[in-house]
């Protein structure tokens, strides 16, 4: 049996860039050239191959492809046999229900026997059948955007992520639907290698995003105000502290959250440290 794990990934689309950075952070290189449709890693055994985002679910399913990284909106709407391994933070968007601007709108009523356009007919037919709405669900593949000024249906249900497209072209956003973000999906039965291959992969990437969502830290303290510091950022362990050259301060090293550094930021300020610097960590394993 050939001892490489696929990964199929978006060829070229709003996933492609992020799906290709996260594979570089966790170190695995490949040649990526134009209209390359398929390239194996010359350090991990690994095998990419590029396709269209709607393609990724029904491959991994079949097995063509080991993994895939693609929009939880395309897994739900392909509905395919696929195991979720990792949500991985990046092509965050929503599916969300539109209406003419100048429409009243009161609730999801308004749905009532009316047509909607849509590209993801399953996601939205579910989420009408759980509210009981009965509507006449328009399956197009794009520009869903248009169909209500060209008369085609009386309400869309699309992607969005700043709105600025529903504006754009006269709608206003009514109900959020389906939240989503890009994931890591594997094909339901793999052998125990590609698991092993898999397992190191996922190693990888939780090291990247663990070093994302934080931060190393350092500052300097007056010695006297060390006790109330180190009690303000307790770091992985405990803080790293070094002594400066100049008697009666100390160098504070400590790694915290982004968000945990931001609520301590007055306090620490307030306990006397000063040139306080935050640093990006590549790769975090804890
Ligand atoms: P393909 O040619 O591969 O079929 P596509 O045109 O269907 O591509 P894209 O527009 O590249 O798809 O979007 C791919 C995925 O990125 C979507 O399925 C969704 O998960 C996510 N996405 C789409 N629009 C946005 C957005 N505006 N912001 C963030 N993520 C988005
Ligand atoms: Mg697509």
Redesign the pocket.
């Given at each position: 049996m050939e001892q490489i794990v696929r990964i199929a990934v978006?060829?070229?689309?709003?996933?492609?860039d992020d799906s290709l950075s996260l594979i570089k952070e966790c170190g695995i290189k490949f040649y990526n050239g134009t209209g390359k449709l398929k390239s194996t890693s010359t350090n991990f055994p690994v095998e990419f191959l590029f396709?269209?985002?709607?393609d990724i679910p029904g491959y991994v399913a079949d097995g063509v492809a080991d993994l895939g990284i693609?929009?939880?909106?395309?897994v739900a709407e392909k509905d395919k046999e696929v195991v979720l391994l990792k949500k991985l933070g990046f092509?965050?968007?929503r599916l969300a229900l539109a209406i003419p601007k100048g429409t009243p709108y009161e609730g999801l009523e308004y749905f009532e026997g009316k047509s909607i356009a849509t590209s993801y007919p399953k996601i939205l037919k579910n989420y009408l059948d759980t509210h009981q709405i009965k509507a006449d669900i328009h399956e197009i593949s794009?520009s869903v955007e248009i169909a209500p000024s060209i008369g085609l249906a009386e309400g869309i249900c699309d992607?969005?992520?700043?709105g600025s497209t529903l504006m754009m072209n006269g709608l206003k956003e009514v109900e959020g639907i389906f939240n989503?973000e890009?994931v890591l999906i594997a094909h339901p039965q793999l052998s125990d290698w590609k698991k092993s291959i898999v397992d190191k992969l996922l190693f990888r990437i939780n090291a990247v995003q663990t070093g994302k969502s934080n931060k190393y830290v350092l500052m300097n303290v007056p010695n006297a105000a060390l006790p109330k510091i180190i009690s303000l950022i307790p770091g992985m362990r405990s803080p790293t502290i070094l002594p400066l050259a100049e008697e009666g301060w100390s160098s504070v090293h400590s790694v915290l959250s982004e968000d945990q550094f931001w609520e301590n930021m007055d306090e620490l300020r307030a306990a006397g440290a000063e040139g306080i610097l935050v640093v990006p960590i590549e790769k975090m394993v804890i």
């Amino acid at each position: 049996m050939e001892q490489i794990v696929r990964i199929a990934v978006q060829k070229s689309g709003r996933l492609s860039d992020d799906s290709l950075s996260l594979i570089k952070e966790c170190g695995i290189k490949f040649y990526n050239g134009t209209g390359k449709l398929k390239s194996t890693s010359t350090n991990f055994p690994v095998e990419f191959l590029f396709l269209r985002d709607d393609d990724i679910p029904g491959y991994v399913a079949d097995g063509v492809a080991d993994l895939g990284i693609v929009g939880q909106n395309e897994v739900a709407e392909k509905d395919k046999e696929v195991v979720l391994l990792k949500k991985l933070g990046f092509s965050k968007c929503r599916l969300a229900l539109a209406i003419p601007k100048g429409t009243p709108y009161e609730g999801l009523e308004y749905f009532e026997g009316k047509s909607i356009a849509t590209s993801y007919p399953k996601i939205l037919k579910n989420y009408l059948d759980t509210h009981q709405i009965k509507a006449d669900i328009h399956e197009i593949s794009g520009s869903v955007e248009i169909a209500p000024s060209i008369g085609l249906a009386e309400g869309i249900c699309d992607i969005v992520s700043s709105g600025s497209t529903l504006m754009m072209n006269g709608l206003k956003e009514v109900e959020g639907i389906f939240n989503s973000e890009a994931v890591l999906i594997a094909h339901p039965q793999l052998s125990d290698w590609k698991k092993s291959i898999v397992d190191k992969l996922l190693f990888r990437i939780n090291a990247v995003q663990t070093g994302k969502s934080n931060k190393y830290v350092l500052m300097n303290v007056p010695n006297a105000a060390l006790p109330k510091i180190i009690s303000l950022i307790p770091g992985m362990r405990s803080p790293t502290i070094l002594p400066l050259a100049e008697e009666g301060w100390s160098s504070v090293h400590s790694v915290l959250s982004e968000d945990q550094f931001w609520e301590n930021m007055d306090e620490l300020r307030a306990a006397g440290a000063e040139g306080i610097l935050v640093v990006p960590i590549e790769k975090m394993v804890i």
